[in-house]
Antibody, heavy 122, light 108 residues
Framework: EVQLVESGGAVVQPGGSLRLSCAASGFTFDDYTMHWVRQSPGKGLEWVSLITWNGGTTYYADSVKGRFTISRDSSKNSLSLQMNSLRSEDTAFYYCAKEFCSTTFCYGIDSWGQGTLVTVSS | QSVLTQPPSASGTPGQRVTISCSGW????????IYWYQQLPGTAPKLLIYRNNQRPSGVPDRFSGSKSGTSASLAISGLRSEDEADYYCAAWEDTLRVFGGGTKLTVL
C-alpha cells in the first residue's frame, strides 16, 4: 500500500523557518517525481514545488522561489521542504505527493499524503 | 489568480449529467495535457483524469474528460450524492504545475 506521511508542521513566526518531511513507502520511490502542494484552510490547491525522480531538477512556484528548497533522500525514501522567510500567506496544509513521468508526459499526481499544517503567525 | 479558470460552483440532481469547465488563457493551453482531481470534504485530492481524457484504474467510467482548443471539461454522468466534492483541473504551465481555482459541486 502506498503511504506518504508528512511531518514537521508547526506554528512559526513571520520570517522564521521550518522543515517539512515526507516518509514514502509502498512504491519504488526512485521512479517517481515528487511534489509539494499546499492548501490554505477553506481555499484551493496551490502547487509549490517538484523534484524529479533522480533529484536532478527542481521547480518552484513563483510565490516560494528563493525561499523554499525541495530535496529528496533515496536512501531514506524521504522528501523534504525547507521553508525560510515564512510569511502569513504561507499558512496552509502542505501535501506531499507523487507522480510518474515518462520522457514524454506525466501521468498525474496519483497519491497524496494527508497533509501537515503550517501556521505562520506572530 | 490561476491561469486555469473554473466556475466556482456547479450543481445537479441525482442521476443527472453535469459538466465542469476549465479554460486557459494562453497559447500553451492548446497543447498541454489537462488533469482532473476530486477532493471530498476533509480528505486529500484524488486523481480522476489524466492526459485530458484517461481514467486511472479504479475511477468509474461515470467520470470523463475532454479538451478542445482553449477549454477542457469534466463530465459526471449518473450523478450520486457521494460525488459532492471540490473538483480541480490542473496543467503544466512551462515548467510549473498549475491548478484551477476549483469548482464546488453540490448534489441537490
Amino acid at each position: 500500500e502506498v503511504q506518504l506521511v508528512e511531518s514537521g508542521g508547526a506554528v512559526v513566526q513571520p520570517g522564521g523557518s521550518l522543515r517539512l518531511s515526507c516518509a514514502a513507502s509502498g512504491f519504488t520511490f526512485d521512479d517517481y517525481t515528487m511534489h509539494w502542494v499546499r492548501q490554505s484552510p477553506g481555499k484551493g490547491l496551490e502547487w509549490v514545488s517538484l523534484i524529479t525522480w533522480n533529484g536532478g531538477t527542481t521547480y518552484y512556484a513563483d510565490s516560494v522561489k528563493g525561499r523554499f528548497t525541495i530535496s529528496r533522500d533515496s536512501s531514506k525514501n524521504s522528501l523534504s521542504l525547507q521553508m525560510n522567510s515564512l510569511r502569513s500567506e504561507d499558512t496552509a496544509f502542505y501535501y506531499c505527493a507523487k507522480e510518474f513521468c515518462s520522457t514524454t508526459f506525466c501521468y498525474g499526481i496519483d497519491s497524496w499524503g494527508q497533509g501537515t499544517l503550517v501556521t505562520v503567525s506572530s | 489568480q490561476s491561469v486555469l479558470t473554473q466556475p466556482p460552483s456547479a450543481s445537479g440532481t441525482p442521476g443527472q449529467r453535469v459538466t465542469i469547465s476549465c479554460s486557459g488563457w494562453n497559447s500553451n493551453f492548446g497543447t498541454t495535457y489537462i488533469y482532473w482531481y476530486q477532493q471530498l470534504p476533509g480528505t486529500a485530492p484524488k486523481l480522476l483524469i489524466y492526459r485530458n481524457n484517461q481514467r486511472p484504474s479504479g475511477v468509474p467510467d461515470r467520470f470523463s474528460g475532454s479538451k478542445s482548443g482553449t477549454s477542457a471539461s469534466l463530465a459526471i454522468s449518473g450523478l450520486r450524492s457521494e460525488d459532492e466534492a471540490d473538483y480541480y483541473c490542473a496543467a503544466w504551465e512551462d515548467t510549473l504545475r498549475v491548478f484551477g481555482g476549483g469548482t464546488k459541486l453540490t448534489v441537490l
